[in-house]
Every structure is written in structure tokens, then in C-alpha cells.
């Protein structure tokens, strides 16, 4: 699945400067990068500083569980949430709004 636009734009930008770069809004699966910035879709985890969206938080949490990780698991999306708000409101009460980019 190709990342949105603005992430594509901000990785390239990261891979020229070498410097993190703001996330803006956008939120995506740091799994199989999922684009849920406009999406409702509730559930997900933060595990270490990587998102999980509904799509692979019940996997993750499963190995947790089985592996002895589960302090790792930063956050749970509350119940009522979307993943996107659950994802932004962390970010700005961690105050990490920038993306480390890691080379594919
Ligand atoms: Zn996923």
C-alpha cells in the first residue's frame, strides 16, 4: 500500500536533509502503513514509539502477551476513539510530532 502523499513528500525531504520531519496529521499503520488519517476506524496500540492500527494491534498484542512485551505497549486506543485521534492526541501529549525515518 503506497503512504499518503504528504508522508511520501516528508520522507523524501527527510531522506535529502537527513533530519526527522513533521508528521503533520497524517496517521498511518507503522505496520503495513495503512492510511487512517481520515478514517474512523477504532482501536490500536502504541508499541515502543511505533503506532499499530486496528489492523495489526490485535497481532502485536497477542505476541506482547506471549513474548513478555507488554511494557512496550505505550497506549490503547480508549474505547469511542478512532485510531487517527487516539495516534495525534499522543503525539501531542508526547510532544513527538516528527517522524524518524528509517531507510527501506
Ligand atoms: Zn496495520
Redesign the pocket.
Known sequence: MPLPKELEDAWKRAEETGQPVEAGRSVV??????DYTDLPDEGGIVFGSSG??????PRMLADARKFGEMKYVSAQCPAGTSYADFIRTYRQQHSSTTVRIRKR
Do not use: Q, R
Open positions: 499503520c507503522d505496520s503495513c502503513t495503512k499499530y492500527g486496528p489492523c495489526c494491534a
